[in-house]
C-alpha cells in the first residue's frame, strides 16, 4: 500500500514539474504567441467581421486590399491539400497493412456519414416547417430566372469515382478519384511486400514532409480568415440580407440544432468524449470552413485538430478526405430548408410523402455536392426537381448563397470531424477486445 502512495506522489510531482517547464518555456516565448491559434483564429474572424461592417459603403476596398490575402492563403491550402491526401492516406493504408480492417473503418465511415446526413436534412425539414421559413416573403416575380447546370445521372456520377488516368484528378484535385489512386498504390504497396519497401520509406516521409508543410502553413490561418470573411461581409448589406433574414435564421438555427443535439450525443456516446472538449478542439476547423467556404480547404487543418483530440493518423488521413467529399449534413440540412422556404413561396403544399423524397434525394445530393463554395447551390436543383418544385425558386436564394454557405461549410466539416472521433473511438475498442482475447 505504501509502495502505491509513494508511487503516486512520485507521479504527481513528475506531473508538477512538467507543468512548470511548460509554464517556463511558455514564458520565455513572445507575447502573441503564448497567445493559442485557435484563438488567434477567432480574433481575426471578430476582426474580419468589424473591418467588414465598416467597409460596407466600399466594398470594392475590401475585394481590392483585403481578400489576396485571403485568396493567397486558399491557394497554399490548395497546393498542400492533394499531396498531403494522397501521401497520408498511402501511409495510413500501408501501416493498417490489412485489407479486412480498411474495409471495416471504410464501411463505418460511410454508414456514420449517411445516417448523420438522412438526421441533419430530417431536422432541417422539421424546423423549416415549424418555423414556417416561407412565411411573409413577397415574391419579386422579376428576379426569377435560374438556369439549372445540366445534373449528371447516378450511374455517370459512380463510374467518375474511378480515374482513367494517373495525373488529371491530382492536377484537377478530384478528391474521390484521389481516394481510389491512394487505395489502390496503397494496397499495391502492401501486396509488392519487400520489393516495395523503399516506395513505402519514400511514401511515410513524403506524408511526414506534408504535414510539416501543412503545420507552416496553418500558422497564417488567421490571416487567411480575416482576408477572406472582411470581403464577404463588406458585399452582404442590409438591402441584401434583411429580406431573407428569415430563411438565414431558420438555416442557422437547424444547422446548430444538428450540432449541438447530434454531434455532442454522438461523441458522447461512441466515443465517451465530453462534447465541450469535442467542440473546443473542432473550433480551428469550423471557424476556416465558415470564413471560406469550402470542406476541401479545410481539410488539412480538420486533420490536425482530429489528431490533436487523440484520433490516429492513419483514421483521420482517410476518415476526413472522405468526408470532405461526401459528408455535407449542413448542405442538407440547407437544401431541406430551401425546398421548404420555396413550396411556401410559391404557395404549393408539399405532402409527407414529398418531404421523405426531399431527405432520399437530399442526401443523395449532398454526397455529390464538391466541397467547394456554392455547389451546394447548384445541387439544390437536384432537390427541387425531385418533388416538381419550380427550379427557378433557387434564384430568390441566390442572394444570401455566401451566408448560408459559411454556416453549411462549417457545419459539413465539424460533421467530419465527429465521424474521424468516433471511429478511431469504435476501433479503439475493437483493438482492445482482439489483445485481451490474446492474453
Ligand atoms: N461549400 C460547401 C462545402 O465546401 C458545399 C456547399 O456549397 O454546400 O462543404
Given at each position: 500500500m505504501s509502495e502505491l502512495k509513494e508511487l503516486v506522489e512520485e507521479a504527481e510531482s513528475d506531473i508538477k514539474e512538467v507543468a512548470q517547464e511548460i509554464a517556463q518555456e511558455n514564458a520565455k516565448k513572445p507575447w502573441y504567441k503564448r497567445i493559442s491559434l485557435t484563438t488567434w483564429i477567432f480574433i481575426a474572424l471578430g476582426l474580419g467581421v468589424v473591418v467588414g461592417l465598416l467597409l460596407q459603403g466600399a466594398p470594392e476596398i475590401a475585394e481590392t486590399y483585403i481578400k489576396p490575402v485571403g485568396t493567397i492563403f486558399l491557394n497554399l491550402i490548395k497546393m498542400i491539400v492533394v499531396p498531403l491526401v494522397i501521401f497520408s492516406m498511402m501511409a495510413g493504408v500501408i501501416s493498417l497493412r490489412d485489407i479486412k480492417q480498411i474495409g471495416a473503418i471504410g464501411g463505418k465511415t460511410i454508414v456514420y456519414y449517411l445516417l448523420t446526413t438522412a438526421c441533419a436534412i430530417t431536422i432541417g425539414l422539421i424546423i423549416a416547417n415549424v418555423l414556417n421559413v416561407g412565411g411573409g416573403y413577397n415574391l419579386?416575380?422579376?428576379?426569377l430566372a435560374y438556369e439549372p447546370a445540366e445534373q449528371p445521372t447516378l450511374i455517370d456520377t459512380l463510374v467518375a469515382i474511378f480515374p482513367s488516368n494517373f495525373v488529371q484528378p491530382m492536377a484537377d484535385a478530384t478528391m474521390l478519384q484521389i481516394i481510389v489512386i491512394a487505395l489502390f498504390f496503397g494496397f499495391g504497396i502492401i501486396a509488392a511486400g519487400q520489393k516495395a519497401k523503399p516506395v513505402a520509406d519514400l511514401v511515410n516521409a513524403m506524408s511526414e514532409v506534408c504535414i510539416k508543410v501543412m503545420h507552416g502553413i496553418i500558422c497564417f490561418a488567421p490571416f487567411g480568415v480575416f482576408g477572406l470573411i472582411a470581403p464577404v461581409i463588406a458585399s452582404n448589406g442590409p438591402d441584401i440580407l434583411l429580406p431573407l433574414l428569415r430563411l438565414i435564421v431558420v438555416a442557422y438555427v437547424a444547422m446548430i440544432l444538428h450540432v449541438v443535439v447530434v454531434y455532442s450525443g454522438l461523441v458522447k456516446v461512441i466515443?465517451?468524449?465530453n462534447p465541450l472538449t469535442f467542440f473546443k478542439g473542432e473550433l480551428p476547423a469550423f471557424t476556416f470552413a465558415f470564413a471560406s467556404a469550402s470542406s476541401v480547404g479545410a481539410l488539412p487543418i480538420n486533420i490536425e485538430c482530429s489528431q490533436n483530440m487523440g484520433v490516429k493518423k492513419e483514421i483521420s488521413s482517410f476518415v476526413l478526405p472522405l468526408g470532405a467529399t461526401i459528408n455535407m449534413d449542413g448542405t442538407s440540412i440547407y437544401q431541406g430548408v430551401c425546398a421548404i422556404f420555396i413550396a411556401q413561396v410559391f404557395g404549393i403544399d408539399l405532402t409527407i410523402g414529398q418531404q421523405v423524397t426531399i431527405v432520399l434525394t437530399a442526401v443523395l445530393a449532398s454526397i455529390g455536392t464538391a466541397g467547394v463554395p456554392g455547389s451546394g447551390m447548384i445541387m439544390l436543383a437536384m432537390v427541387l426537381q425531385s418533388v416538381g418544385?419550380?427550379?427557378?425558386?433557387i434564384a430568390l436564394v441566390a442572394g444570401v448563397d455566401r451566408i448560408l454557405d459559411m454556416m453549411r461549410t462549417a457545419v459539413n466539416v465539424t460533421g467530419d470531424g465527429s465521424a474521424a472521433v468516433c471511429v478511431n473511438a469504435m476501433e479503439e475498442r475493437k483493438a482492445q477486445k482482439r489483445a485481451q482475447k490474446v492474453a
Open positions: 419579386p416575380a422579376e428576379e466515443a465517451g468524449m418544385l419550380p427550379v427557378e425558386g
